[in-house]
């Protein structure tokens, strides 16, 4: 029984560290709603099985806010430990009311219908992702409005007064209201150990944007929130409006001035460190891959899909505007997510068709050394993970914009019109790219500093 007991509860814990907020916790409830657990065992659960994932830790805070995977890998594993430890320092909690009640046996499976089970399956669902974009989008434009009227600056002049670090405090404020926030603005400091430890103790606390997620799924089930609060002592944008701007300029489709519009309303709508850690996407399992969307964004019947092929010159074409696109993507503000099989040439319709299985021995090599390169100088350039964005041209299927952080510059440089970049004003080192601007080309230039 106690074996039983530990595997049932190991779900929970091991779904928590994989699936990131609030997934933990949901599983922990609806364990405890099925019977496999008891009151006490589930309140006791709670106040560990709640953590952020794996993506979010390893590819937001470690790769794109402090751009190092070993302190991305630090950090996953400090989590992990601290929320094991946590979990033996509650392991005697209601210990006494535990041994003084009867053993608890699983509540009996209720039949029911195929399409009642398939109906209330997706109205839960659908609930529990109300839930979620609810309290995003409220803590979110709290923050706005928060630093719109200064009440950050109050706070963190409050919690200086009280002997937080003044370079930290306003960091802290954002953190304890919503987990993103916190820790993508840590982006403006030095990776330090300081900056390290805040991040560490952002993760471990969640915000009180995930914690009211999770009390919206406590509230009429009879458990008490207290463990769950004491055990904790977001999500990510994915940033959809700039996928959709990136791809319009490179099919040309905007002369750039779309994009440009895009880039400017984001950067100001956006705290910068915000702006650094959204993840910016080409493709997702939610719309057509990005090599298929530059060379055919046609929809049709899933018949009609199912069918249709990229010629070889679609896909020749497709390839090299994905280059451009990508190329925006690793050097524009944001974490750059890469969804499964991009980097290798996969090409897929709507859903179903984007979800094939990965080529493995017949991957794009070129294409592939691409993305090796752009992810190298992204992890090479402070300013391409840091900086702040200034927009110098846009127009007539071209577009330039500075990456400037502490004094360091990069220009980017992008040609998505069918003549060449001949009145380009560069100045500079070539990191990457062609210098020259021929059509459909791109070009970073490290900028002598000021």
């Known amino acids: 029984m106690l074996l ?9 814990v091991v779904l928590g560290f994989v699936g990131g907020y609030p997934l933990g916790a949901k599983t922990a409830l609806e364990l405890y709603r099925q019977g496999l657990c008891t009151k006490t065992e589930t309140e006791r659960l709670l106040a560990f099985c709640n953590n952020s ?16 995977g070993q302190i991305g890998l630090l950090l996953y594993a400090s989590h992990c430990v601290a929320s094991l430890l946590t979990g033996l320092l509650f392991r005697f909690y209601g210990h006494e009311d535990q041994r003084a009640k009867a053993t608890s046996y699983p509540k009996p499976i209720a039949a029911t219908t195929i399409p009642a089970a398939f109906t209330n399956g997706v109205l839960r669902s659908f609930s529990n992702l109300l839930n979620i974009c609810a309290f995003v989008i409220f803590f979110s434009a709290l923050l706005q409005l928060m630093s719109y009227f200064g009440v950050f600056t109050a706070i963190a002049r409050l919690l200086s007064l009280m002997g937080v670090s003044s370079r930290y405090a ?33 993760l471990g606390w969640a915000g009180l944007s995930v914690h009211c997620q999770v009390l919206c799924f406590l509230i009429d089930s009879g458990l008490s929130a207290r463990t769950y609060l004491l055990g904790n002592g977001l999500d990510s944008v994915m940033n ?30 956006y705290p ?61 503000p944001g974490a750059p997510c890469i969804y ?15 979800r094939g299985y990965f080529p493995w021995g017949r991957e794009d090599a070129d ?59 560069q100045t500079g080192k070539v990191l990457f790219g062609n210098p020259h601007l021929p059509p459909m080309s791109f070009c970073a230039m490290e900028e002598p500093m000021c």
């Open 4 to 12: 039983t007991g530990l595997l049932i509860g190991a779900i929970a």
């Open 53 to 68: 994932g794996p993506a979010f830790i390893l590819g937001v805070v470690g790769a794109g806010i402090f751009g190092s």
């Open 170 to 202: 306003p960091q802290l404020v954002a953190g304890l209201l919503e987990l993103t926030s916190g820790v993508s603005s840590l982006g403006g400091v030095a990776s330090s150990a300081g900056s390290i430890s805040m991040a560490a103790f952002m």
């Open 240 to 269: 959809y409006p700039w996928r959709k701007a990136i791809l319009a300029f490179v099919r040309g489709e905007d002369d750039g001035r779309q994009l440009r519009s895009a880039v400017l309303s984001l950067a100001e709508n």
């Open 272 to 332: 910068a460190a915000v702006l650094n850690a959204n993840l910016n996407l080409l493709s997702s399992h939610d719309v057509p891959r990005a090599l298929t969307a530059l060379v055919d964004p046609r929809d049709g019947e899933r018949e009609d899909l199912a069918h249709r092929t990229l010629s070889p010159e679609q896909l020749a074409l497709g390839k090299q505007r994905l280059r451009l696109a990508s190329f925006l993507q690793f050097t524009l």
């Open 340 to 354: 499964y099989g991009d980097e290798a040439g996969m090409t897929g319709y709507r859903d179903p068709f984007n």
């Open 367 to 425: 294409l592939q050394a691409h993305y090796r390169s752009l992810a190298r100088l992204k992890a090479a350039w402070e300013p391409l993970r840091r900086g702040s964005v200034k927009v110098l041209a846009a127009g007539d299927g071209r577009f330039a914009f500075r990456r400037t952080f502490e004094g360091r510059s990069v220009t980017l440089w992008c040609n998505a019109s069918p003549s060449a970049w001949t009145d380009a004003e």
